[in-house]
């Protein structure tokens, strides 16, 4: 499993985080990051989607909502994965085509959420604010991502 991209968004959508993985020798390209902002944001529609139908589900029978979203949605060679928090923050990775393991999968956005808690728990930090400044956060991102720390 290859992560190309990981995006934190915040609770009125707005984009809190979005790195795209590229090369180590050079950055990548503005088309190609825009190319990961706009998969990011059409991954929201299929979060709501998710959202209402666990609602509905939950409301219908009182089950518990998983934050775990799965699959959101495939497109081109790449699979898009997502998550939501109890404060409505919302994670998403998009992978390559391969198939992961949901183990894998679950364990990565665990591990991206204690991150996220870690780094908005500091009291300079403003909350729903823009983590772009967080350079321990961005240091650990790149960390998990580039080894596979999940």
Request: aromatic share 8%; charged share 25%; glycine share 6%.
């Amino acid at each position: 499993m290859t992560i190309l991209a990981v995006a934190v968004l915040g609770k009125e959508n707005n984009p809190l985080y979005i790195h795209a993985v590229g090369p180590k020798e050079s950055p990548l390209p503005h088309e190609e990051q825009m190319r990961y902002h706009l998969i990011v944001h059409t991954a929201l529609d299929y979060i709501e989607e998710r959202m209402a139908a666990q609602r509905q589900a939950a409301a219908g029978g009182g089950a518990k909502m998983d934050m775990y979203l799965g699959m959101l949605y495939p497109i081109e060679q790449l699979r898009v994965y997502g998550q939501l928090t109890s404060c409505h923050i919302k994670l998403i990775a998009v992978i390559d085509d391969e198939e992961p393991k949901e183990t894998e999968l679950r364990a990565l956005f665990r591990r991206l959420h204690a991150l996220y808690v870690d780094t908005v728990s500091n009291p300079f930090h403003t909350y729903d604010s823009e983590l772009y400044g967080s350079t321990s956060f961005q240091r650990q991102v790149e960390r998990i991502v580039e080894a596979g720390l999940w």
